[in-house]
């Protein structure tokens, strides 16, 4: 589901990164905000010292992440911890990227949402301030589970939601 690959590539283009996770999360919904390649590194620098290593890596790294969220058959997932990491360390690194995902959305009109895609905004936001979690059972690992499918065709559908006014093959690059 989670690509290690992706995480690894992120951190090559941004090597001085100590999270990952709220950066990918900043970068998607950059994207599905409709930010556009530079809006999106302008969004980064913005958050934080983060300075892509090499454009075009960085430029290669937006378009696999944007094929990932924009794919028809929903493979995108966020990039979080590895599933054999502790679930608290999976937890935090879940609220992180969702942080990340929502103030990247902060200038977006959210009256142009449908109610449902509302409703997956203020999930994005309940996750984002994160939940305590013990680290034990099985009960709580399949309620990770079934969080991060939450998030994961949740930012699918409201990518599909805020580009649906858009052409096929248009290039949105303003923020709304």
Known sequence: MIDGLDVAHLLLVFPDVSEPWLLDGLLCGGICAGLGEQGVTDLIRSEGTWEPLDAVAFSAFFEHRRSAIADADMGFAPLIPAPDQPL?????????WC???CRSLDGVDMGRLQPDMLE????????????????????EERAFFEIVELVRVGVALLFLGLHESTHPGEEINEKW
């Open 120 to 139: 997956v905004m203020q999930t994005l936001d309940a996750v984002s301030r994160g939940a305590r979690v013990s680290g034990r059972g099985e009960e």
């Open 99 to 101: 942080l990340g995902f």
């Open 88 to 96: 608290p360390e999976r937890m935090q690194g879940l609220a992180s």
